[in-house]
């Protein structure tokens, strides 16, 4: 059974942003996006649980565009407003 609620939520949040928070000390940790399109506008991902945290280096500092469940289709949607 799969675990829901806010349990499971605040658990993955939690997930989540201790990810995020690695980019202090490793900007790059993500590899580049693997996307054709995501890489032409120099977007990284780092998969944390079954969510994918889209991110790009700007002047040196990483910066969160979106995450999004791994099933979703994003890529265009992200292109679009880029």
Known sequence: MKSVGPRAAKGVTDAILDAID????MPYLGPVHDDPLLQRFGFRKLLVKRYVCVYRIVEGVPTVYDVFYQSQDYAARLAAEN
């Open 22 to 25: 690695l980019f202090e000390n």
